[in-house]
């Protein structure tokens, strides 16, 4: 049977898809700038989890949406959660893969850079990322997905191009890994505030059951 679809700006994402075990989307939005009084999107964001996350955040139950908005603690416990987690992005606005790579490595460097992790090794694993991202070319509909197993400090990343076969990269510094999961979830700090904000009406309805 197929899954339910949902649409984020226009771009369908499956309501359940399975990884090593069922997720389900639970947060959706997108990533936008105004550019010269223009609104430009740049991507659509979908979040899959287990759906067990949640009894990992029941010190969170009965908190009104707008609370969970504001509380950084809330996502760091929702990144920190053992569960499976995948973060699955569609291309709305054309990019080059050397851009998008360049996004990465200033998000990341900043991140790691002010908690005093980024050594030789996160430097060298996020060198490694962008060498991965360098040469594509990603037209609107392109996919990128981060797959992050539950008990593991990897993470899986698959670039899917129209007519060609999927490529994938796997990244193996905890640091880096977890600097990317807060980029895309990281609360105040997240790069797409409608993500954060479906995360929340989400968790704080899961919650109130």
């Not at 990128?144 to 993470?155: C, G, K, L, M, Q």
């Not at 954060?196 to 899961?206: C, G």
């Given at each position: 049977?197929a899954a339910?679809?949902?649409?984020?700006d226009e771009?369908s994402?499956?309501?359940?898809i399975t990884?090593?075990?069922?997720?389900s989307?639970l947060?959706?939005g997108?990533?936008?700038?105004e550019?010269?009084?223009i609104h430009?999107?740049?991507?659509s964001?979908?979040?899959?989890?287990?759906p067990e996350?949640v009894?990992h955040?029941?010190?969170?139950?009965?908190?009104?949406a707008k609370?969970?908005?504001?509380n950084?603690e809330?996502y760091?416990?929702?990144i920190?959660a053992?569960?499976?987690?995948?973060?699955?992005?569609?291309v709305i606005?054309?990019?080059?893969?050397?851009?998008?790579g360049?996004q990465?490595?200033?998000?990341?460097?900043?991140?790691?850079?002010a908690?005093?992790?980024f050594?030789?090794?996160?430097?060298e694993a996020l060198e490694?990322?962008?060498?991965?991202?360098?040469?594509k070319?990603?037209k609107?509909?392109?996919v990128?997905t981060?797959?992050?197993?539950a008990n593991?400090a990897?993470?899986e990343?698959?670039?899917s191009?129209e007519?060609k076969?999927?490529?994938k990269?796997?990244?193996?510094n905890g640091?880096?890994?977890e600097?990317?999961k807060?980029?895309y979830?990281?609360?105040?700090t997240a790069v797409?505030?409608?993500?954060?904000q479906?995360l929340?009406?989400t968790?704080?309805?899961?919650?109130s059951?």
């Amino acid at each position: 049977m197929a899954a339910e679809q949902v649409l984020v700006d226009e771009i369908s994402y499956p309501s359940k898809i399975t990884a090593t075990k069922p997720l389900s989307l639970l947060g959706h939005g997108i990533t936008d700038m105004e550019i010269h009084f223009i609104h430009v999107k740049f991507y659509s964001i979908g979040v899959y989890f287990e759906p067990e996350v949640v009894s990992h955040l029941q010190q969170f139950k009965g908190k009104p949406a707008k609370e969970l908005e504001e509380n950084d603690e809330f996502y760091d416990a929702l990144i920190s959660a053992p569960v499976e987690k995948l973060i699955r992005l569609v291309v709305i606005k054309e990019i080059k893969g050397a851009q998008y790579g360049v996004q990465i490595e200033s998000a990341v460097r900043d991140r790691l850079a002010a908690e005093d992790k980024f050594e030789e090794e996160e430097e060298e694993a996020l060198e490694k990322v962008i060498e991965f991202f360098q040469s594509k070319y990603f037209k609107k509909h392109s996919v990128i997905t981060y797959h992050f197993p539950a008990n593991s400090a990897t993470a899986e990343i698959v670039v899917s191009l129209e007519g060609k076969e999927d490529s994938k990269f796997v990244l193996e510094n905890g640091n880096v890994v977890e600097a990317v999961k807060k980029w895309y979830l990281g609360g105040s700090t997240a790069v797409s505030s409608t993500t954060i904000q479906s995360l929340a009406a989400t968790f704080s309805q899961e919650l109130s059951n």
